[in-house]
Structure formats: C-alpha cells, structure tokens
C-alpha cells in the first residue's frame, strides 16, 4: 500500500508555498479539490491535458508544500485541502489563490 508524507506546516515556508502556487495546473488541482462535494478528490478526476507523470509530480509538490493531504482508500487516493492549518500558518492566502 503507497504511503504519503505530509509536512509540518511549521516547517513550509513562504518561498515553498508561493512556488507549488505558481503553477496553472497546481492551481486547478485546488481548486477541483475545493469544489469538490466531498472535500476530497482522486487525481484521475481533475481534467487536465497532462501526463500521468506530471500530475503525480503536481500533487507531491502540493503536498511538499503542505497544501494538501492524501490518504488512500483501497486502490484510491484521496486529497484534500489543508485549509484550516494553512489559514492559520498563512492567513487568506488560499482563498487568494483559490478565487483566481
């Protein structure tokens, strides 16, 4: 079974969390979560134009950067926002993002 590792937000800094946002297709990702009914999303349930590859590459640079957390449900992982310790570790910034 895979097993994901997620950050201390303490340990995220500024630089880190402005470089996962600075990618279109980063942002997407989070915002399909966002929108999400569930507040969780597989990968294979965003649309985007990408290789298997980069959108795994994607969601473990979300994840470096504490963005978001993955668990895995059988053959599926799940992701979700962190938003609440994210709010509290950079407030508004999120929402920023997310309403672009």
Do not use: W
């Not at 996962?20 to 134009?49: F, K, M, T, Y």
Request: net charge negative; proline share 4%.
């Amino acid at each position: 079974m895979k097993h994901y590792t997620h950050p201390d937000l303490s340990d995220v800094t500024l630089n880190t969390a402005m470089q996962a946002l600075a990618d279109p297709a980063r942002v997407a990702i989070l915002q399909a979560v966002d929108r999400s009914e569930s507040g969780e999303i597989a990968c294979n349930e965003i649309p985007l134009e990408l290789s298997k590859a980069t959108v795994s590459h994607h969601f473990e640079t979300l994840r470096a950067a504490g963005l978001i957390e993955t668990r895995v449900v059988g053959t599926k992982c799940l992701s979700s926002l962190r938003r609440k310790e994210y709010e509290e570790r950079f407030p508004g910034l999120l929402d920023l993002v997310l309403q672009a």
